[in-house]
């Protein structure tokens, strides 16, 4: 939810009304109920690739491969340290737990899942490369590196300042990501509470959502301190280690009740 | 029925304000218009006598009704500001209390350096450039000699204003071509060593790339020349326009040489303690002039000058190897990330020392020269037959 990733376009625009903007779309999504959250997706799933290897592809002749050298230089350790924070967005794959519900075709869902993990993967590790064939050690020195590569596009001194498509990538994104996260929290809730409807929760909340943002990460060095540091605890927590203990308790909850209903019928 | 005529009103109430108040959200917050906007071509930074920056900008004033950018401003296409300021940024804002439109930098296209700051150092006056969400990294960076508000004050013939002249100068490639993602590599790099083009302003209208200005860590040392600027370019891989001109052994005349394509590699050795650099030269040529009276389709005669041709690239590379190796000790050619990426565990020993190992490292040039074509003459042109050579 840390739309705050805004500041290199509307240096004025009060975050407030980004991200307040941001949820209220979300929401609106939400309340549509998960097809349309879903039907959003299959829309801008297709033009966020081919915007983004639009940028790939443009960005080749300033593409400098030996910038990747060398590999490991110091061993595999860092290597692995460095991964640790980034692992943490995999486990986000738990909000699907929230989506199989509504599946049709409920046979393809690990299938599909296991594609999309690999999608991420793929796009991840090429974002990544792209950025640093083209800037090398300072990669780390930029704030958005992929935004600053795509402003240094130029072909035939004429296809320039390309960074909107990146925007546009990171909003067609974030609206998806908002609106599931957004989704599996009003279900959640409502079932928590036992409601016979999630819609009467989806503006509160949506409310709520603002307030939180804004109060958790008031600017992009807490926020990115916090990835650094207490996010991979936190995801590893709440989506990993609480999802599996909800799973053993599910799995010893039935089989205990066979076992009752064959004692029973025994 | 009151009722429903109570929310028809309502109704009709809520949509009209709604349609109201649209009027206040026409565009973004950030909107600016057009024409009060003064854009940035050129940036110029120099160095005051007290150590102030004095930052000159070329503007051009884009007209409210588009229409070309021409012909206003007494008959001049651009106009030079300048200020006085301690950071780039405080000269910036001292500048907007000249200009009375918006200084916006997205299409700043070059940064000039004047000779003085550059011996001062740099790298701090860059962070600016990097930082703020307008300029863009594309900007070529050039040092000039002198100062840089007179390279900006150049009204060219050519082109519209003199900083397009080195944005195109820079793209051509001729001498050393650097934008400021690159410079900012540099300055972070391993080596130490920033090589930036040299521009000139000779000529009243007219600006010229002429050699290399060269960094150690981020101030200037020295300059180097076009002829040993060709090596550099050479040695770096980044040569693409080039000519070589020589006298063939045993021949009257010269002959010219224009490069097709050219490749150099770099490849680092350490053994038993000895560093040393192999630079791998293959290059492509034509004939483009030929004062000889030798015969060019002749394949005897053209290997032995595809020998000659090698030999002539290995002395350019040489004289550039002598000047910026032996004397001015600063590795502008990239060895540091060769032996870095080729001996990671011998680099982390002496990468503090680099200083002091760079001129002791062994270099050997191994180039090889394949001439394709003749051009669109056979023999030389306006002689008998029984003049030439070769046949």
């Known amino acids: 939810m840390g739309s705050s990733s805004w500041g290199a376009f509307s240096q004025k625009t009060p975050l407030i009304v980004i991200i307040g903007s941001m949820t209220l779309v979300c929401a609106f999504a939400v309340r549509g109920g998960v097809e349309v959250v879903a039907r959003g997706a299959q829309f801008f799933s297709p033009i966020v690739v081919v915007l983004l290897l639009f940028i790939i592809i443009l960005l080749i002749p300033d593409m400098e491969p030996k910038n990747m050298l060398p590999i490991m230089d110091k061993g595999i350790m860092p290597s692995l340290r460095a991964a640790v924070s980034p692992q943490g967005w995999f486990s986000d794959y738990i909000l699907i737990a929230f989506l199989l519900p509504f599946l049709s075709d409920r046979g393809n869902g690990l299938k599909w899942g296991m594609i999309s993990v690999f999608a991420v993967i793929l796009t991840l590790v090429a974002m990544n490369m792209v950025a640093l064939f083209i800037f090398g050690t300072v990669t780390s020195s930029f704030t958005y590196p992929l935004m600053s590569a795509a402003r240094y596009i130029s072909i035939a001194d004429f296809l320039q300042n390309l960074e909107s498509i990146i925007m546009a990538i990171w909003v067609a994104g974030t609206f998806i990501k908002i609106s599931v996260i957004y989704h599996a929290l009003v279900l959640g809730t409502a079932q928590w509470l036992n409601l016979s409807d999630y819609r009467p929760l989806v503006f509160p909340l949506g409310f709520l959502l603002v307030l939180y943002s804004i109060w958790f990460a008031p600017n992009l060095q807490e926020m990115s301190h916090w990835i650094r540091t207490s996010f991979v605890f936190y995801l590893a927590t709440m989506q990993v280690v609480i999802p599996v203990l909800l799973l053993m308790m599910a799995k010893i909850r039935k089989r205990n009740r066979h076992k009752n209903e064959e004692y029973r019928n025994g | ?391």
């Open chain 2, 1 to 391: 029925m009151v009722n429903s005529y109570f929310h028809k009103t309502v109704k009709t109430v809520l949509i009209l304000s709604i349609c109201l108040f649209m009027l206040l959200l026409t565009g973004c917050w950030d909107r600016t218009e057009i024409n009060d906007l003064a854009l940035v071509l050129g940036t110029g930074i120099d160095i005051t006598d007290d150590n102030k920056i004095e930052l000159s900008v070329q503007l051009s004033i884009p007209n409210a009704m588009g229409g070309g950018q021409q012909g206003r401003v007494g008959g001049k296409p651009t106009i030079v500001e300048k200020a006085t300021g301690t950071t780039i940024y405080d000269a910036i804002s001292r500048l907007q209390e000249k200009v009375s439109r918006h200084i916006f930098w997205g299409h700043n296209q070059v940064i000039i350096i004047g000779e003085k700051l550059a011996e001062e150092g740099i790298q701090k006056h860059f962070d600016f450039f990097a930082r703020h969400p307008e300029p863009r990294i594309r900007a070529y960076i050039f040092v000039t000699d002198g100062k840089a508000i007179d390279v900006l004050k150049v009204i060219p013939n050519i082109e519209k204003s003199s900083a397009e002249i080195a944005r195109e100068l820079a793209n051509f490639k001729i001498g050393m071509s650097v934008t400021l993602k690159d410079l900012l590599q540099m300055l972070s790099g391993e080596a130490g060593a920033v090589a930036l083009p040299w521009i000139e302003t000779k000529r009243e209208d007219g600006l010229r790339v002429n050699g290399t200005a060269v960094f150690k860590k981020d101030q200037m040392v020295g300059r180097i020349e076009d002829k040993e600027t060709r090596g550099l370019l050479w040695l770096r891989n980044e040569i693409e326009l080039s000519s070589v001109t020589f006298e063939p052994k045993g021949a009257e005349g010269k002959i010219s040489f224009n490069l097709l394509r050219s490749r150099t590699k770099l490849i680092p050795k350490i053994e038993n303690g000895n560093w040393k650099i192999m630079v791998e030269i293959v290059t492509e040529d034509d004939v483009v002039e030929n004062e000889t009276k030798l015969n060019l389709m002749n394949p005897k005669i053209v290997k032995k000058l595809e020998r000659q041709l090698e030999q002539e690239i290995d002395k350019r590379i040489h004289l550039t190897f002598e000047l910026v190796q032996k004397e001015m000790e600063v590795d502008i050619f990239g060895f540091a990330e060769a032996f870095h990426r080729q001996y990671p565990d011998q680099w982390s020993k002496v990468k503090d020392q680099w200083d002091q190992q760079f001129p002791e490292v062994e270099v050997e040039i191994k180039s090889k020269a394949y001439i394709r074509r003749p051009g669109m003459s056979t023999s030389p042109q306006g002689l008998q037959e029984k003049e030439v050579k070769g046949k």
